[in-house]
């Protein structure tokens, strides 16, 4: 069985730092291409991070400097610690694995992925 289960999310003022969990079961994150993407209310889901299964480690524009994204692969854990936070960080993030690497779209393009987690919400306000 396939499961990823986000956690780690809550309010934060600006400036603030959060970090973010995925725990991965159901096979070897070594093996594939992983991403952190994240959806406010009204946009289209947002590519923020991705390390493919080479070790290439990827970020969206908006958040480059402030987040980082790393793994565990003994824990099969996926970490996304962000600092720097800033209201419009404010969304659902969730983390999702690439099964098939199909290089046919950008790593941070979410069709790519097939497995997600239900998401955790990150708010940040004053």
């Known amino acids: 069985q396939v499961q990823l289960v986000e956690s780690g999310g809550g309010w934060v003022q600006p400036g603030g730092s959060l970090r973010l969990s995925c725990l991965a079961s159901g096979f070897n994150l070594d093996l594939y291409n992983i991403a952190w993407f994240r959806q406010a209310p009204g946009k289209e889901r947002e590519g923020v991070s991705s390390?493919?299964?080479?070790?290439?480690?990827n970020y969206g524009d908006s958040v480059r400097g402030r987040f980082t994204m790393s793994k565990d692969n003994v824990k099969n854990t996926i970490f996304l610690q962000m600092s720097s936070l800033k209201p419009e960080d404010t969304a659902v993030y969730y983390c999702a694995i690439d099964p098939f690497d199909i290089r046919d779209r950008p790593l941070l393009h979410p069709a790519r992925y097939t497995y997600w987690g239900q998401g955790t919400q990150v708010t940040v306000s004053s």
């Open positions: 390390i493919s299964s080479d070790g290439y480690t």
